[in-house]
């Protein structure tokens, strides 16, 4: 007889950590220092435009979220990320060989790039984890969705090819479509959809020990929620806005941040430095946000976590060329904030209403989150054009941490109607 196969569960955080290394990294963190530091000057874009091609790439991540899962529930997971791996590359490959003006940019980078990262990383990588873990969904989470905060380290790689060959950005765009290429390859022969698919189960662990009682059992809801009851509990909809108001800061930095230091007089290598730790920010936030989630309470993890946008977006604001550690500071506490309140959001929404309707729900989450904070990109580089300085952007981004710290606070487990009947019938009695 053949030995039992061990558990995939945890192999399948390492490829998801791989797919999300790829899809958001490359396209992303990647193309933002090709936009900003090269592509913006050929093509003589305005700080406006090129900040509207990041509102516009934030905002089809979460217009096609709704798509990403239906085609979850459909097709599947493997089928989903190979389809947001097409259209990254499609995407990209424009762009190497075809943009030559503002509106190019905006239609392959903003909405074919934005379609092929929903795809391609939030919903069906946090929907895997969700079908896969239960006792340690937080840190399986952190794990999964932290590779693009290592991907950040693209960003000074890519800017030192392209200045070695004459600010040929168009060649940085090739490297990002090879990479995707390699990525859908990869989710073919790796991504499996299920525990039940392989014949194992939940955590890994046998039936008899499904049932014994942990501490996820205080943080986790066992009720099978549908998605039109989670609509209607007000706990949806705080974790709703908390997610776009800490989406907001980080969609303003990543469109905006090296611009800013430039403005101030940091070098571009520099720059392109501070940008790969605001991305390994996110990694560290992610791994702690996933930690603290499965052991304590999960509002009190997430309101620290926006807590840290205060000291993030300060620094950022003082920042000066003379003392880099400032800015790589700033960097690094923004990233982590966002990292650690993502996987909060993510979390929180899996362990409150269950994996059965989470692609439904997270879907919608990112649809909300990705068109009401996508502006932020757009807003930056107005209050920059208007006022000669990103202070005032810096501030709103706080006003956003104090909104989501209102929100987040109200928002706690809900019962479902049947739970709450049954003890109310129990105190009767």
Avoid at 237 to 265: C, D, E, M, Q, R
Wanted: proline letters at 3%; hydrophobic letters at 50%.
């Amino acid at each position: 007889m053949s030995e039992k196969k061990g558990f995939y569960g945890w192999n399948l955080v390492a490829v998801l950590f791989i797919l999300d290394f790829i899809n958001m990294g490359f396209p992303y963190y990647g193309g933002s220092v090709i936009v900003n530091g090269y592509m913006s000057r050929s093509l003589a874009m305005t700080g406006s435009m090129r900040g509207l091609g990041f509102t516009l790439i934030n905002l089809f991540v979460g217009l096609a979220a709704v798509l990403v899962a239906m085609c979850i529930v459909k097709f599947g997971l493997r089928a989903t990320f190979v389809t947001g791996s097409a259209l990254l590359c499609a995407g990209s490959l424009f762009m190497a060989t075809y943009a030559s003006k503002p509106w190019h940019y905006l239609v392959a980078f903003g909405v074919v790039n934005g379609m092929g990262i929903s795809f391609a990383t939030l919903v069906p990588a946090s929907t895997a984890v969700a079908r896969w873990f239960r006792r340690y969904r937080g840190r399986a989470t952190g794990l999964a969705l932290s590779a693009s905060g290592f991907a950040g380290l693209s960003a000074p790689l890519l800017g030192k090819i392209i200045r070695a060959h004459g600010g040929n950005w168009r060649l940085g765009w090739y490297i990002v479509a090879a990479a995707v290429i390699a990525s859908g390859l990869f989710a073919l022969l790796f991504v499996k959809e299920s525990p039940e698919s392989l014949g194992q189960s939940v955590d890994g662990l046998p039936e008899g020990l499904q049932s014994q009682p942990t501490k996820t059992d205080a943080l986790a809801t066992s009720h099978a929620w549908s998605s039109s009851a989670a609509y209607r509990t007000p706990a949806y909809w705080l974790i709703a806005v908390a997610s776009i108001t800490s989406a907001y800061p980080f969609f303003f930095f990543v469109a905006n941040w090296t611009k800013h230091l430039n403005g101030v007089g940091v070098s571009a290598a520099h720059a392109e430095w501070a940008l790969s730790l605001l991305t390994i920010g996110t990694l560290a936030g992610r791994w702690l946000g996933g930690l603290l989630m499965d052991v304590m309470n999960a509002r009190a993890a997430f309101v620290v976590s926006l807590c840290v946008f205060f000291v993030g977006s300060y620094l950022a604001i003082v920042v000066r060329p003379d003392a880099m550690i400032i800015a790589y500071a700033a960097a690094f506490l923004n990233g982590a904030a966002y990292g650690w309140a993502f996987t909060c959001a993510n979390t929180m929404t899996a362990h409150y209403y269950g994996p059965a309707a989470f692609p439904n729900l997270y879907g919608m989450m990112t649809l909300l989150t990705s068109v009401i904070a996508s502006p932020a990109g757009y807003t930056g580089g107005k209050i920059f054009d208007i006022y000669g300085s990103y202070t005032r952007a810096f501030e709103l981004d706080c006003v956003m941490a104090a909104i989501g710290i209102l929100a987040i606070a109200f928002a706690v487990m809900p019962k479902p109607r049947d739970e709450g009947a049954g003890v109310a019938a129990q105190k009767a009695a």
